[in-house]
């Protein structure tokens, strides 16, 4: 379905040292320099999802196949982007084809890592990238209002609309405000259709050296703070560690290396879940012997539309949807057991998807 998450912050936070743990490749430069990413790198990642083999295992699906997401690197931004410093124009250009974005901060102390404004301070940071980008959507929302001006003279009713929504976003914009504060406005066609910068939801991420990693340290606590107060969410990694286990590749070697440093997962499929939910999405699940699959849909989304997740002759042909909750999935001990004490349920073209249904299209071809 085509959802993108983008990475981005200020040159050496540890972006590209974070997209290459995700992806497990080193296709994006973690070098010690600014603008080390000449191209965005894009890979595709599995958003982990432990009920996902807790089916397989019930059902004894000989494959599994995790949803994704794509993640895209973003080269790092400097202050005067939004005028074309350093490679500016070309990667707020990137930003504006994804989804939403994650923001890394850097929360590490490292005299052999430079900093590109010459001391460590992640809210200086997240507000040099935040007005780059403001500056950036204001600019566009200005050159827009000119078009849209002389439409809605035409008495063109979708320029008129929109012509009072970018109205309404210039003085928030003007005032030092991301486009995403307006709680109001957000979920409106319309804002979507302006696709504004500072209008995509955001998760920040702490990068901090392994000491720092169980507790955390001050710069953490002010990114933590001032998250809460925005309404957004945070995650702590050591992007350096996740690197180190994105190497391994004996899932018992990397659970004990875990276990060595007292946590029960990596912080990338914290990131990846983070990021998924972030982009306001649901997971269902299709499972069989051959195997056991999660999809990726929409919150909001009705049964027609997860079908064609599928495939579109699913949605087109729908006729309903044998329906089971994961959870009773699993109480029952399998699907077969679970028709027998009847928690199957038929769910026509209205129904709402739930997180974490089990599903079985029935179709017309």
Request: with cysteine.
């Amino acid at each position: 379905m085509g959802f993108k998450c983008g990475i981005l912050g200020l040159p050496n936070v540890g972006k590209s040292t974070l997209f290459n743990a995700l992806t497990q490749t080193v296709a994006a430069q973690a070098a010690n320099y600014p603008f080390c990413t000449i191209e965005p790198n894009v890979g595709r990642v599995a958003v982990p999802d432990t009920r996902l083999d807790t089916l397989a295992r019930l059902a004894s699906s000989q494959r599994v196949l995790p949803t994704q997401i794509d993640i895209v690197d973003i080269a790092g931004l400097v202050r005067g982007a939004s005028k074309g410093e350093g490679l500016g124009n070309q990667f707020l250009g990137n930003i504006r084809e994804v989804d939403a974005l994650i923001h890394v901060l850097r929360c590490f102390e490292d005299d052999d890592v430079t900093h590109v404004e010459g001391a460590v301070d992640p809210l200086r940071d997240q507000e040099i990238i935040e007005t780059e980008l403001m500056l950036a959507d204001y600019d566009s929302l200005e050159r827009r209002a000119q078009g849209l001006a002389k439409k809605a003279k035409g008495d063109d009713k979708e320029s008129k609309e929109t012509l009072e929504l970018v109205e309404k976003l210039l003085p928030v914009l003007r005032e030092g405000h991301p486009a995403r504060s307006q709680t109001d406005l957000i979920h409106l066609p319309l804002f979507k259709q302006l696709q504004l910068l500072t209008g995509k939801p955001i998760l920040y991420v702490c990068n901090v050296g392994e000491s720092d990693l169980s507790k955390g340290n001050a710069h953490v606590e002010k990114v933590k703070a001032f998250a809460a107060a925005q309404g957004s969410a945070v995650v702590i990694i050591s992007a350096a560690i996740e690197a180190e286990i994105a190497v391994l590749t004996d899932e018992a070697e990397r659970q004990d290396f875990l276990a060595s440093l007292g946590l029960e997962e990596t912080g990338l499929s914290q990131v990846i879940r983070s990021g998924y939910g972030l982009l306001g999405l649901l997971t269902f699940f299709t499972v069989g012997p051959k195997e056991a699959r999660a999809w990726t849909v929409r919150a909001g989304a009705k049964a027609p539309e997860a079908a064609g997740v599928i495939h579109s002759d699913f949605e087109r042909g729908f006729i309903c949807a044998e329906t089971l909750s994961f959870e009773d999935y699993v109480a029952c001990g399998g699907e077969t057991q679970a028709k027998t004490q009847g928690k199957m349920r038929l769910e026509g073209k209205e129904y709402l998807v739930k997180d974490g249904d089990v599903f079985h299209f029935r179709f017309n071809v």
